[in-house]
């Protein structure tokens, strides 16, 4: 059965309002632009992080909803966001950062900024 299971399942209900939801093309439009609105914002804030302290190794150019970085400090700027009730994706030497609000994008950078300063003291 698990084989052959959608890995994301929705029931019909969910399904019918999806339908409708996606038929909106206009409101699907501004969803999509307020997204990369919100992308473009985070990604310009980390560049700046990235310009201004010698922490990131790589800030990724991204198409997609989220900033990916580089940086051999990604254990413990996540260990320190989790402490601040910020989660955010850690996989090895990389932080996966989901672009959100205007003021989830100001909280998570304020934060990211404050943990490189007391990393590099």
Same mark, same amino acid.
């Given at each position: 059965?698990? &084989? #052959?299971?959608?890995?994301? =399942? $929705? =029931?019909?209900?969910? %399904?019918?309002?999806?339908? $409708? #939801?996606?038929?909106? %093309?206009?409101?699907?439009?501004?969803?999509?632009?307020? !997204? /990369?609105?919100?992308?473009?914002?985070?990604?310009?804030?980390?560049?700046? !992080?990235? *310009?201004?302290?010698?922490?990131?190794? &790589?800030?990724? @150019? &991204?198409? &997609?909803?989220?900033?990916? $970085?580089?940086? @051999?400090?990604?254990?413990?700027?996540?260990?320190?966001?989790? @402490?601040?009730?910020? *989660? /955010?994706?850690?996989?090895?030497? =990389?932080?996966? !950062?989901? *672009?959100?609000?205007?003021?989830? =994008?100001? *909280? #998570?950078?304020?934060? !990211?900024?404050? /943990? /490189?300063?007391?990393?590099?003291?």
């Amino acid at each position: 059965m698990r &084989t #052959v299971k959608s890995p994301y =399942n $929705v =029931n019909g209900l969910t %399904q019918s309002i999806g339908r $409708v #939801v996606l038929s909106e %093309q206009d409101y699907v439009n501004s969803c999509i632009e307020k !997204i /990369i609105r919100s992308r473009d914002s985070l990604y310009s804030g980390m560049l700046s !992080i990235y *310009a201004r302290y010698d922490v990131f190794e &790589t800030v990724y @150019k &991204t198409s &997609t909803n989220f900033v990916f $970085v580089k940086t @051999k400090s990604a254990k413990k700027i996540f260990d320190e966001l989790l @402490k601040r009730s910020i *989660a /955010i994706r850690y996989m090895g030497d =990389n932080l996966r !950062i989901t *672009a959100g609000t205007k003021q989830e =994008n100001d *909280a #998570v950078l304020d934060a !990211i900024e404050d /943990i /490189i300063k007391d990393i590099k003291e």
